[in-house]
């Protein structure tokens, strides 16, 4: 069973183009974040939501509770974009336990 | 520098041997955490530790065991490597306030040959 399901797996993009990526979730959280992770294997966090939407450039994340739904946005797609994208997810009271999606591979082409 | 640094990043061994693998962080936090991570699946908790005498299990624990020298530095050994065990190994950390924020190393490669 995963607590965590993003979608699609695998997404090609050409450069400019407008990206969405899925995820949702089946418990109830205190947080969810957007990971990206580089070729080279390091993980950053991009955005932490509880609700609504954030915005940072061209990332944009949203997050629906009532749904249990998140999607990150990516306007004007680069290549500098290409990455592998993670959804984790928090449950409340419990700093322990992140659920962590698969994964969205993520390549933009020029 | 980075504020959660790996070492070794790469590493190939033979199965039997034992291997360690280095956590430290600047960011002063109190709760440290190491993933392993494996093609197609998502991150799973080896152990995490929310100070330096609180070491706990995750989900896949066997196999493995670490070390909280002091707040900064949290240490994954296999004690004898399998094959089974080659994978990418993530340290996270995170503040002890009340807050979901999570940092994490550039990961270490290991190959258990």
């Known amino acids: 069973k995963n607590e965590v399901e993003q979608s699609p797996q695998n997404l090609t993009a050409q450069e400019g183009e407008f990206i969405t990526i899925n995820c949702s979730y089946s418990v109830g959280i205190s947080a969810l974040h957007w990971l990206q992770q580089h070729p080279g294997g390091g993980i950053v966090s991009l955005f932490m939501?509880?609700?609504g939407k954030k915005k940072h450039g061209r990332l944009i994340a949203t997050i629906n509770i009532q749904e249990k739904h998140s999607s990150l946005h990516i306007t004007a797609s680069h290549p500098r974009d290409s990455a592998v994208y993670i959804c984790a997810v928090l449950p409340p009271g419990n700093f322990n336990k992140f659920y962590f999606g698969s994964g969205t591979k993520l390549n933009v082409k020029p | 520098d980075a504020d959660v640094t790996q070492t070794p990043r790469n590493r190939i061994t033979k199965t039997g041997k034992r291997i360690m693998l280095e956590c430290s962080q600047t960011?002063?936090?109190?709760?440290m955490y190491w993933y392993r991570q494996d093609p197609g699946l998502g991150l799973r908790l080896i152990y995490y530790?929310?100070?330096?005498?609180?070491?706990n299990k995750g989900e896949i624990s066997d196999g493995y065991s670490v070390s909280r020298q002091a707040q900064a530095k949290f240490s994954l050994s296999l004690e004898s490597a399998i094959p089974n065990q080659t994978a990418l190994y993530f340290c996270a950390t995170g503040p002890g306030a009340n807050t979901g924020e999570l940092f994490f190393g550039e990961g270490s490669r290991l190959t258990v040959l």
């Open positions: 960011k002063g936090h109190d709760r």
């Open positions: 530790s929310f100070d330096v005498k609180d070491i």
């Open positions: 939501l509880s609700s």
